[in-house]
């Protein structure tokens, strides 16, 4: 905290710095004054963005008016001015197992740079910002790095899912119901709010608070609760306290800030995606990330929170057992206790007085849901610089190490033709490549794959292995983000049919039986497979894209 006082308007009042002394100076005050304010009030008061992600295509994000609202509401009782405004917000279940999905992924860097370009361009003083889901969740803190203006980030919240209100509801994995209704219900969402399981919305919004990003318990209240609301007003005071005492997010999101948000993600099982985004938001910290940290802290912390798809219950439950600062305080002897929070609190004071209501939620460290951290990192002559999985979904825990023949496709979509067509064999380990961030392009989730493959009773003993990507929900041996990709001449593009894989997770190793010298014979011959795009959008992606070990971030030198 800054002991020298706070110029409240210095970027603000930028606006008229150079040209206060000439008559222009009435051109940017006529257009403010046009938006209904008044000159004193543009001279006086901080100017703060409020950035909305809300639209009409995305039910985690279709009730974000009424939190921004609220979040408005709190600025101006603490003397700011609001300034909303709109970036895009995808919804990734829309775009699953279509060619949406190869568009997903670009709308994180979309978003951050909409979001720079807007603050920016009007110089706004700080920053409050209000999302949901999978992608938009992580824009968010790499946004608050980039800038480092005060900034406070609002989660929308979980919703629910329709069987919550069927009568024998015993829990809400998809895996526990036997009949197709019950199923299908588990996956429909009920109300608006991020779907109701630790996917990639969820995790990426417990994320957020791990780093100290968000008021206590933000991440987990219910997106159609009071709580929510109160929240949401509540951050719009706080900024206007951070803008006061100079507080930035460079002073919250540190490495040990970091470290933290490892720890959280892999104690509640979060989405695999947490291996992609961590490292994207590391770089915007100015952080060199290494994957093998996954591994170091996945041996210390175990898996706690019985969440689905790993466990029994939805994040709603999450809330009810004591959210976050719950599962922290189950952490308490790994964490790094002295991090500053927008509260304005150590995470030491945060968790000084929680306790854990529902035991069987949030799990004590001695009767964890898996040993071990949800998601590990596996390496070997198939994925030289690194592989993610879920080890806590995997239901039959001797797939934990299976081998098998490969089958191998250049698409999802020829995968999923096969599957159908009953040419995919139980004891197979199905390899998908060409779905990379180059490949893709775009880095493209498998949901629509291991979605079908999971209702195949007949179909338990296969592992998937991709350079894609997986959803948050995804369940089994699915193994993802194999690097270096099949695009860019990987060991993956020259699996063939016939060849012998290895998984093993507890010794993190993935391994094609062939040897060094075949795979180098195989890649002279070897040339890429073309899919015929024609989006620039994409085209300029794959031109920019970094692997998925640094997090498919955009490089421009």
């Given at each position: 905290?800054?002991?020298?006082?706070?110029?409240?308007?210095?970027?603000?009042?930028?606006?008229?710095?150079?040209?206060?002394?000439?008559?222009?100076?009435?051109?940017?005050?006529?257009?403010?004054?046009?938006?209904?304010?008044?000159?004193?009030?543009?001279?006086?008061?901080?100017?703060?963005?409020?950035?909305?992600?809300?639209?009409?295509?995305?039910?985690?994000?279709?009730?974000?008016?009424?939190?921004?609202?609220?979040?408005?509401?709190?600025?101006?009782?603490?003397?700011?001015?609001?300034?909303?405004?709109?970036?895009?917000?995808?919804?990734?279940?829309?775009?699953?197992?279509?060619?949406?999905?190869?568009?997903?992924?670009?709308?994180?860097?979309?978003?951050?740079?909409?979001?720079?370009?807007?603050?920016?361009?009007?110089?706004?003083?700080?920053?409050?910002?209000?999302?949901?889901?999978?992608?938009?969740?992580?824009?968010?803190?790499?946004?608050?790095?980039?800038?480092?203006?005060?900034?406070?980030?609002?989660?929308?919240?979980?919703?629910?899912?329709?069987?919550?209100?069927?009568?024998?509801?015993?829990?809400?994995?998809?895996?526990?119901?036997?009949?197709?209704?019950?199923?299908?219900?588990?996956?429909?969402?009920?109300?608006?709010?991020?779907?109701?399981?630790?996917?990639?919305?969820?995790?990426?919004?417990?994320?957020?608070?791990?780093?100290?990003?968000?008021?206590?318990?933000?991440?987990?209240?219910?997106?159609?609760?009071?709580?929510?609301?109160?929240?949401?007003?509540?951050?719009?005071?706080?900024?206007?306290?951070?803008?006061?005492?100079?507080?930035?997010?460079?002073?919250?999101?540190?490495?040990?800030?970091?470290?933290?948000?490892?720890?959280?993600?892999?104690?509640?099982?979060?989405?695999?995606?947490?291996?992609?985004?961590?490292?994207?938001?590391?770089?915007?910290?100015?952080?060199?990330?290494?994957?093998?940290?996954?591994?170091?802290y996945s041996k210390k912390i175990p898996s706690?929170?019985?969440?689905?798809?790993?466990g029994q219950y939805g994040v709603t439950d999450?809330?009810?057992?004591?959210?976050?600062?719950?599962?922290?305080?189950?952490?308490?002897?790994?964490?790094?206790?002295?991090?500053?929070?927008?509260?304005?609190?150590?995470?030491?004071?945060?968790?000084?007085?929680?306790?854990?209501?529902?035991?069987?939620?949030?799990?004590?460290?001695?009767?964890?849901?898996?040993?071990?951290?949800?998601?590990?990192?596996?390496?070997?002559?198939?994925?030289?610089?690194?592989?993610?999985?879920?080890?806590?979904?995997?239901?039959?825990?001797?797939?934990?190490?299976?081998?098998?023949?490969?089958?191998?496709?250049?698409?999802?979509?020829?995968?999923?033709?096969?599957?159908?067509?009953?040419?995919?064999?139980?004891?197979?380990?199905?390899?998908?490549?060409?779905?990379?961030?180059?490949?893709?392009?775009?880095?493209?989730?498998?949901?629509?794959?291991?979605?079908?493959?999971?209702?195949?009773?007949?179909?338990?003993?296969?592992?998937?292995?991709?350079?894609?990507?997986?959803?948050?929900?995804?369940?089994?041996?699915?193994?993802?983000?194999?690097?270096?990709?099949?695009?860019?001449?990987?060991?993956?593009?020259?699996?063939?049919?016939?060849?012998?894989?290895?998984?093993?997770?507890?010794?993190?190793?993935?391994?094609?039986?062939?040897?060094?010298?075949?795979?180098?014979?195989?890649?002279?011959?070897?040339?890429?497979?073309?899919?015929?795009?024609?989006?620039?959008?994409?085209?300029?992606?794959?031109?920019?894209?970094?692997?998925?070990?640094?997090?498919?971030?955009?490089?421009?030198?």
């Amino acid at each position: 905290m800054s002991e020298e006082k706070v110029d409240l308007k210095k970027r603000s009042n930028r606006i008229f710095e150079v040209i206060k002394q000439t008559p222009f100076y009435y051109v940017p005050l006529g257009v403010i004054k046009g938006l209904g304010l008044e000159e004193k009030e543009i001279n006086k008061k901080p100017f703060i963005g409020v950035v909305n992600t809300w639209n009409e295509i995305n039910p985690g994000h279709k009730h974000l008016n009424s939190l921004v609202e609220a979040v408005k509401y709190g600025i101006i009782e603490s003397g700011g001015i609001p300034f909303e405004f709109c970036t895009v917000a995808p919804c990734d279940g829309w775009s699953e197992g279509n060619p949406g999905m190869r568009f997903i992924l670009p709308h994180r860097e979309i978003i951050v740079d909409s979001i720079e370009a807007m603050i920016e361009a009007h110089s706004l003083d700080a920053m409050v910002t209000v999302s949901s889901c999978d992608k938009i969740n992580p824009a968010m803190l790499m946004v608050a790095a980039r800038l480092d203006i005060p900034t406070i980030c609002v989660p929308g919240g979980p919703g629910i899912r329709e069987i919550f209100f069927e009568p024998d509801y015993r829990g809400t994995e998809i895996r526990y119901y036997e009949e197709m209704e019950y199923k299908i219900k588990c996956i429909t969402c009920a109300s608006y709010g991020a779907c109701d399981l630790m996917g990639t919305a969820n995790t990426t919004q417990c994320i957020m608070e791990a780093f100290g990003m968000t008021l206590p318990n933000a991440a987990t209240s219910p997106a159609f609760s009071r709580a929510k609301i109160v929240m949401a007003k509540e951050s719009g005071k706080r900024i206007m306290t951070l803008l006061k005492e100079g507080i930035t997010p460079s002073q919250i999101m540190t490495r040990e800030s970091l470290e933290n948000a490892i720890m959280v993600n892999l104690a509640i099982g979060g989405s695999t995606n947490s291996a992609l985004h961590l490292p994207a938001i590391a770089d915007e910290m100015g952080i060199e990330f290494d994957l093998d940290l996954f591994n170091e802290y996945s041996k210390k912390i175990p898996s706690i929170a019985n969440i689905s798809p790993a466990g029994q219950y939805g994040v709603t439950d999450l809330y009810k057992a004591g959210g976050i600062p719950a599962v922290m305080s189950r952490l308490k002897d790994f964490i790094h206790l002295d991090c500053l929070t927008v509260s304005g609190k150590l995470i030491k004071k945060i968790i000084r007085k929680v306790k854990v209501l529902n035991d069987e939620v949030i799990r004590p460290l001695s009767n964890p849901v898996f040993p071990e951290g949800g998601t590990v990192i596996l390496k070997g002559n198939l994925a030289p610089k690194g592989a993610v999985i879920k080890q806590s979904a995997i239901e039959h825990k001797e797939m934990l190490q299976f081998e098998g023949p490969a089958v191998c496709f250049n698409s999802e979509v020829d995968a999923i033709n096969a599957l159908v067509k009953k040419e995919i064999q139980n004891g197979t380990v199905v390899v998908i490549r060409y779905e990379g961030p180059k490949g893709g392009p775009g880095f493209p989730e498998m949901l629509a794959f291991t979605a079908t493959l999971s209702v195949l009773r007949d179909m338990d003993r296969v592992a998937i292995i991709t350079d894609g990507r997986f959803s948050g929900g995804t369940q089994g041996p699915a193994i993802g983000h194999v690097c270096p990709e099949a695009y860019v001449g990987g060991p993956i593009a020259v699996v063939q049919n016939g060849d012998l894989i290895k998984i093993d997770i507890p010794n993190r190793t993935l391994n094609v039986e062939i040897t060094d010298d075949e795979i180098q014979e195989r890649l002279k011959k070897w040339k890429p497979f073309e899919k015929d795009i024609k989006s620039k959008l994409l085209l300029k992606y794959r031109a920019l894209v970094t692997s998925a070990a640094k997090g498919a971030i955009l490089k421009y030198d």
